[in-house]
């Protein structure tokens, strides 16, 4: 994925997690901003080889912008269906690569699956393509106001965008 990744576009900004503890990046010159964007710290930082020989749960790439569509294209042709991957198109547009059935409902159905609870108690809140599944599969969906048209779509319940607190309001009147 690295490899191909790169040969079809050079400046592709790639992150490689290895178990959300460790990030390998290949854009070294300001490691303060995975802060911003992975939650990670530069002592967190590995080189691009080192996380590969760590074997990472995740591939991030990005900073191609609008051909993020067309690499997606281009890795798909070369990967099984062991191998999912999602564009998130909000923001900076970017591909998620994970194996297939690593996402966003499994990790919530891992969690809550000790208490007993089930996905269809579960209130989600999304915005972009990585979390159609959880909104699918969880009981109350809720597309913010900022959402993709195929996730509220998707939802049968709406709320404000992110910058208007739109998650709150949801939580007040469920709370209230």
């Not at 690499?71 to 062991?82: F, G, H, Q």
Request: hydrophobic share 45%.
């Amino acid at each position: 994925m690295v490899e191909i990744s790169l040969e079809a576009y050079p400046d592709a900004w790639l992150i490689l997690e290895i178990e959300g503890y460790e990030f390998g990046a290949n854009w070294t010159e300001f490691p303060e901003t995975l802060w911003n964007r992975n939650s990670a710290t530069p002592e967190m930082l590995l080189s691009i080889e080192e996380a590969i020989d760590k074997q990472p749960s995740k591939i991030v790439i990005g900073g191609i912008g609008n051909e993020i569509l067309p690499l997606m294209d281009i890795l798909k042709a070369e990967v099984s269906d062991t191998t999912s991957i999602v564009p998130a198109l909000m923001w900076h547009p970017i591909l998620n690569i994970t194996c297939s059935g690593v996402n966003k409902a499994s990790a919530i159905h891992k969690l809550i699956s000790p208490t007993g609870r089930l996905l269809e108690n579960v209130v989600a809140f999304g915005d972009d393509l990585p979390d159609m599944d959880m909104l699918v599969e969880c009981g109350m969906p809720v597309a913010m106001g900022n959402a993709l048209p195929e996730l509220k779509e998707a939802c049968r319940y709406s709320t404000a965008s992110n910058e208007d607190d739109g998650v709150a309001i949801v939580l007040e009147r469920i709370f209230d």
